[in-house]
């Protein structure tokens, strides 16, 4: 029995290991940024915003943000409409070359970063669209459809098919029975979805550094001021950037919850 | 119990009670409305990723085969940049070099998140595990540029672990620039979804397995290698997957991290996109990757769902 607590502590101790690896980064930044070091090192220098200030001052990270905003916004919607489309004809209907379609529809987050951006620089910029604030939505668009679709995907599963085909039993047509059953059922999962894609293209730096131009995105700002002089003020950044995601996501958490509790009326 | 999971999914149940709906109102042609609510939802994903996932591919593959002349591209089928690549010693080195540290983090990572995994999933009680399960997600929501900086300041000669090295009376120890600092970046990567997907497949392995191990007479080690890893392979080896793709592809943490020497087939790549038009080569190193991942994916899916002899 001792030796049984003894592997449990070990195992425990183990995974606290573990997190810490994961956290030291994220903490890490949070901490730098307030860092009036450009160096920070042990002990750490005193509490400045001096790096906030820096970039709040910046024009070129102002347009960045803006660039990013748009292009995550843009992206959310598209790419949440492509994937319930397609989580819906996953759901519903069984063809010929299905699995083809699946492997489309699932395939663009497992191709390393850099080969989908050299693909999309070639062929969009063959186009003309490369260099285009057009070129980063459409290249983000393939890679977050898939999210939203298995996001979506996931909540159909759990609705009973024959609800739908009651809906037709009473008279409802199909656009009907899409808006008044199929929808309100996967509303929660919609909404998550705009928020997973949104966050995936906010966050997107390989792809969107090949075609964007000048067009700078956040992360490409990031991405371009690490290969240039070190600064700090990618914590800063970093951190503001983390804050807004994640009070993106915990109010769509809130409002799912919220929405669960109140039974549809119907 | 499978089955009736399967059952209730299967979209083809929804098809027959389509026909048997439209059997049941006489009168209506809906038979002439359904091609198009059915294209409606269908086709718009299939003709997106036709024309901006699988075309750029092939027009990858096509460029390969292109001309550069006057820093521009020009159309042909030349085996030239083929040739090229595959001819200098540089390109093998680097395809070697990346595909080792590819397969070694793959082996570290899933070595590192089983034993993590396995805790998470059987040694918490299931408030506990949501919250790590949260605590796991919450990487996804960060940026791995921003991390990988924040790595830089720890890892640095003057940073902040070897000035704590230094209060303990060794050191400094090089590690940014090193091929530790490429692995740190690769754990970063990938170990919080590597334990993700192990521990899904962990928590609904049926336990009634580990108990009649037990009770068969196995002892705690001979159970987790002879019952819960074989039961839980699938998400062990997807995991591993995932880790070698991301690894295999990732420019940031050996250029950012491990100091970009010796280069790997993705920095190769961007260098030769970035720097001059030499696209068709760099087609050609994008192939060679692909070709490369395809093979690992099938062979990995191939073993996962291996029947058990």
């Given amino acids: 029995m001792n030796e049984h607590r003894l592997i449990n502590l070990v195992l425990r101790g183990f995974v606290v290991l573990v997190f810490v690896f994961i956290f030291t980064p994220i903490v890490g930044s949070f901490v730098f940024s307030f860092n009036i070091d450009r160096f920070p090192s042990l002990p750490l220098g005193g509490f400045s915003l001096h790096w906030y200030e820096t970039v709040a001052a910046d024009p070129a990270i102002w347009r960045a943000f803006g660039n990013s905003l748009l292009v995550a916004l843009v992206v959310a919607l598209v790419s949440t409409l492509l994937g319930f489309t397609a989580a819906y004809t996953d759901f519903r209907y069984l063809f010929f070359g299905k699995s083809v379609y699946m492997a489309l529809a699932l395939l663009p987050p497992t191709i390393p970063v850099v080969i989908m951006g050299l693909a999309m620089l070639s062929f969009l910029s063959r186009m003309g669209l490369s260099g285009e604030i057009y070129a980063v939505m459409i290249s983000h668009i393939v890679m977050c459809a898939p999210f939203a679709m298995a996001v979506i995907r996931m909540r159909l599963a759990q609705m009973d098919p024959n609800i739908e085909a009651a809906a037709w039993n009473l008279g409802a047509n199909q656009w009907k029975a899409m808006r008044f059953v199929i929808l309100p059922f996967t509303a929660p999962s919609i909404f998550a979805a705009l928020f997973v894609t949104m966050a995936v293209s906010f966050d997107e730096f390989a792809v969107a550094w090949f075609v964007s131009g000048l067009n700078e995105t956040v992360p490409v700002r990031i991405l371009n001021t690490l290969q240039g002089q070190v600064s700090p003020t990618i914590n800063a950044i970093g951190t503001i950037v983390f804050i807004t995601t994640m009070t993106l996501v915990i109010l769509a958490q809130l409002l799912l919850m919220r929405r669960q509790k109140k039974p549809a009326n119907a | ?309």
């Fill in chain 2, 1 to 309: 119990m499978m089955s009736d999971k399967l059952k209730q999914v299967d979209p083809s149940g929804a098809e027959r009670v389509t026909l048997q709906a439209d059997a049941c109102v006489p009168g209506r042609r809906r038979t002439l409305r359904l091609p198009w609510y059915r294209v409606g939802f269908s086709l718009p994903i299939l003709i997106w990723q036709m024309i901006f996932f699988v075309f750029p591919l092939l027009f990858l593959l096509t460029i390969s085969f292109w001309q550069v002349r006057n820093f521009r591209m020009v159309p042909a089928f030349e085996w030239t940049n083929w040739r090229y690549m595959l001819g200098r010693e540089f390109f093998w080195d680097a395809y070697a070099h990346t595909f080792a540290m590819a397969s070694g983090a793959t082996v570290l990572v899933s070595a590192v998140a089983f034993p993590c995994a396995y805790t998470i999933a059987f040694k918490f009680r299931d408030s506990a595990r949501q919250l790590l399960i949260l605590l796991l997600v919450t990487p996804f929501f960060t940026s791995y540029l921003v991390r990988t900086y924040s790595w830089q300041v720890f890892l640095s000669d003057n940073g902040i672990l070897n000035a704590a090295f230094g209060y303990l009376g060794f050191g400094p120890l090089p590690m940014l620039n090193t091929t530790f600092g490429s692995y740190v970046g690769y754990f970063t990567l990938c170990l919080p979804l590597v334990v993700l997907l192990q521990l899904f497949s962990l928590m609904y392995l049926d336990r009634s397995l580990i108990e009649a191990a037990h009770n068969l007479g196995a002892g705690r080690v001979r159970t987790v290698f002879l019952v819960v890893i074989p039961a839980a392979r699938i998400g062990i080896v997807v995991g591993a997957l995932f880790c070698f793709i991301l690894t295999f592809g990732d420019f940031v943490s050996p250029l950012y991290l491990g100091g970009g020497q010796p280069p790997t087939l993705s920095t190769l790549i961007t260098d030769t996109t970035k720097s001059g038009q030499q696209w068709p080569r760099a087609a050609v190193i994008a192939t060679m990757m692909i070709v490369t991942l395809l093979i690992v994916a099938f062979a990995s899916v191939k073993f996962a769902y291996r029947r058990r002899a």
